[in-house]
């Protein structure tokens, strides 16, 4: 089985005896209903709400203890992690440390969760689960231009706790749901969000059509109900009960539905648009045009040198009319080809190195680079997807899933498995009256059984991603996967409470959010403790908090944070960072133009432009998601180029000065200080005395060597206590307890 090399073999033998439950294949699929909460006698010494008297009674049971509660810079330094992605002001810790108010805690949370920040950093989780990007993906991956307003849309629901019932209804189907609303209908370009392939030349329509559906049909799987559906779509699911039938059943609720970029603008806004863009296409065309004559006028001149290179008989065969040539001539100008044929990169090194032309060729790329920015942008264009309204298409059973390999006609149905005790599998479909015509009303029956009250999966799903990003780890482990191979569930009985909880709350996300940060089980320190971890060494039931390593953005967005670079502006189009020039060059078509306000580059992650087939180094290094393919937990490796892209990159090496222009500015020429305004800026937490003569005598060392080096013409000549003073801030972004949340 998948997730026995998960576990020790002590821990395995832990689950299979202390939680009997857990190894029924079928719980999941199981109406949810609201569990007695246990009742432990001495549990007034521990918990402070339901969801503690549960994981007591687990460890109760396996005859463990829960730890003490982590120290007040701890609290505030992983909430505010947690919630906004960014570190706590010294200020803000100052004040939670000296507050010892019961209403302190609660007081905290409540102001991360209303904090704007709080969206943009779960909107990423959520980004991660419908695979978003900027662009398509495969080998065209042309750009999405209109799909940041659905990112814009998931970050406002958030912020404004849209109820969770909404918030699929939205995706599923808002423009059958909410007709007319603008952002209803932004929320269906969640179904567009799938890696699209388009091919050259001929084109095969059926199997094009059903790659979008098969995209739209998992999406669903995974998202909302956690099981791994795209198994079914060759053959019968080989270990849950989901039949090929049932698959295909399924995607019949989107056999109408299309793909369509639509406009708001009126039709003077419309006109004005088309006006700007015939100007500005014009601009575009006389500066490529004049690159290009650049670039042809050194191609001529390169394949000119370079023939005369060749024998002479190779040279003759070139210069010939293509009608005078014999046989030989023809494959004497094959070989030459391979030689005389010019990429358009070592052109441009040509023009670069060549001198003459330098100038006119680095004008014309800055001139281009403006230009793509200055694009006049379609007025309230939103990606969507709505259904046609001519006679739905027909769904069939593929033999093997191979398009056009047709079996049995399906209707759309809701899955044998998830409908087991409950009247009917057909779903009460109702045409829906909009602008452009009848709508069939599939989606929004679809929409409607997934958050119906005694739907098996949709709320557990949900519920235990809240519960894996606050907690480290999912009640169920594998979070896309609520099938009988998932990995047992620790606390099945708390996931179904927390369940009950988000439906009878009317479907309140912040609820859930207040109830998990409340209880004294998120408030547990982390340290290690050897005779409890000899039981449970995977902490599989919560005996104590679990570290977890800063995920790529929250990386990124804390290291601007730190420096005073970070850029709070929200919303807007993808911004497309500097890339380094080899991985620029990995676009199949087009050229990577980073935005010209170098401001632009300190925006939070969420906000990057996310290009599937190129993806800046340093995000990749720290496990960001591919988006090829739903992420419901990321990876968190550990390697050398993690270390490599700390130390080196220029988004380290930049901050790292930055942030100690700032500590000396603010505080003066004062060692000390700058040691602990560093401990406290980035660990949330003053140095030890330890510590603070650490970092002294590192300062006074590292400069005694730049001056050195220096004066050996190693390094140019600079400020030497102020490039010390950087590479100690660099040293404090490279320490585990500022990658780790503790």
């Known amino acids: 089985m998948q997730f026995l090399a998960t576990y020790s073999p002590i821990t395995l033998l832990v689950l299979l005896l202390a939680a009997p439950c857990s190894a029924q294949g079928n719980w999941p699929f199981r109406p949810p209903s609201t569990p007695a909460i246990p009742v432990i006698d001495d549990a007034d010494r521990w918990g402070q709400n339901p969801v503690d008297q549960f994981v007591l009674a687990r460890l109760k049971a396996s005859r463990l203890g829960p730890s003490s509660t982590a120290d007040r810079e701890t609290l505030i330094r992983r909430a505010s992690i947690t919630l906004t992605g960014l570190l706590p002001s010294t200020e803000q810790v100052a004040r939670f440390v000296s507050d010892l108010s019961p209403a302190a805690w609660p007081r905290l949370v409540d102001r991360l969760l209303a904090s704007p920040q709080y969206g943009e950093r779960w909107a990423q989780h959520w980004l991660d ?118 698959y295909f059943q399924l995607q019949s609720f989107f056999a109408a539905t299309q793909q369509k970029d639509i406009s708001f603008a009126s039709e003077a806004a419309q006109q004005e648009y088309e006006k700007q863009l015939a100007s500005w296409q014009h601009n575009q065309d006389t500066v ?21 290179t060749l024998p002479a008989e190779v040279q003759l065969a070139v210069k010939k009319d293509a009608t005078e040539r014999t046989a030989a001539d023809f494959r004497l100008v094959a070989e030459a080809n391979s030689i005389l044929t010019l990429t358009t990169e070592l052109i441009d090194q040509t023009i670069l190195t060549g001198g003459e032309d330098r100038k006119e060729y680095l004008e014309s790329m800055a001139e281009l680079n403006k230009l793509f920015y200055a694009r006049p942008q379609s007025p309230l264009t939103i990606m969507a997807a709505v259904d046609t309204p001519d006679d739905v298409p027909q769904t ?36 829906v009256r909009l602008a452009h015509g009848t709508s069939p009303g599939r989606r929004r029956a679809l929409a409607n ?16 991603r809240l519960w894996q990003h606050h907690m480290g780890r999912g009640i169920v482990t594998t979070p896309n996967d609520f099938g009988t191979k998932r990995a047992p569930p620790s606390h099945p009985k708390l996931l179904d409470w927390l369940t009950m909880q ?43 908090a679990n570290r977890q390593r800063m995920d790529a953005e929250v990386l ?43 401001a632009q580059h300190q925006r939070r992650s969420v906000y990057m432009f996310v290009k599937r087939n190129n993806r ?127």
């Open 129 to 246: 689960v419908v695979r978003y990007a900027d662009s398509d993906g495969f080998e065209y991956d042309d750009p999405r231009p209109y799909a940041w307003r659905y990112r814009d849309w998931v970050i406002n629901a958030f912020n404004t706790n849209k109820p969770f019932d909404r918030f699929v209804r939205e995706q599923v189907a808002g423009d059958e749901f909410f007709p007319g609303d603008m952002q209803a209908l932004t929320a269906t370009g969640m179904q567009r969000l799938g890696p699209l392939r388009l091919n050259a030349g001929m084109q095969d329509k059926e199997k094009n059509r059903q790659e979008v559906l098969t995209e739209m049909t998992d999406n669903i799987g995974a998202a909302f109900l956690g099981i791994t559906i795209g198994c079914a779509r060759c053959h019968d699911h080989k270990f849950d009960d989901f039949l090929q039938a049932d």
């Open 396 to 431: 069939y059973v593929l033999n093997r899933g191979v398009p056009g390999n047709r079996l049995h006609q399906v209707v759309p149905s809701f899955p044998t498995m998830l409908v087991i005790g409950q009247p009917s599998s057909l779903p009460q479909i109702t045409p």
């Open 616 to 742: 800046p180094a340093f995000m990749e290094s720290f496990d960001s998601p591919s988006t090829m393919a739903s992420c419901g937990k990321r990876s968190h490796s550990v390697h050398a180029g993690q270390a490599l892209a700390l130390l080196n990159s220029r988004l380290s090496q930049r901050t790292s000065l930055q942030w100690a222009i700032v500590l000396r500015n603010e505080l003066g020429r004062k060692t000390a200080r700058w040691i602990q305004r560093a401990y406290q800026q980035a660990l949330s937490r003053p140095p030890t005395l330890q510590e603070l003569e650490r970092g002294k005598r590192y300062l006074e060392s590292q400069q005694s060597l730049i001056a050195a080096d220096r004066r050996d013409g190693v390094t140019l000549a600079g400020d030497d206590e102020l490039l010390a003073l950087a590479d100690y801030c660099q040293v404090i972004m490279n320490l585990d307890e500022f990658l780790y949340v503790e």
């Open 556 to 598: 990124r967005d804390t290291i601007l944070q730190l420096s005073g670079q970070l850029n709070g502006q929200a919303g807007g189009p993808g911004i497309r960072l500097p890339l380094n020039p080899e991985l620029a060059r990995l676009q199949y078509k087009g050229s990577w133009h980073p935005h010209p306000d170098p």
């Open 288 to 308: 490529q045009g004049r690159l290009d004559k650049l670039r042809k006028k050194h191609q001529t001149r390169i394949q000119e040198a370079l023939l005369q």
């Open 502 to 544: 988000l439906i009878e709350s009317s479907w309140n996300i912040k609820h859930l959010h207040r109830l998990i940060l409340l209880s004294a089980t998120y408030q547990q320190a982390s340290q290690h403790r050897e005779d409890t971890f000899e039981v449970d060494p995977e902490n599989y039931y919560l005996w104590r």
């Open 449 to 464: 059984w997934l958050v119906s009250k005694d739907h098996p999966l949709t709320a557990r799903v949900f519920v235990n």
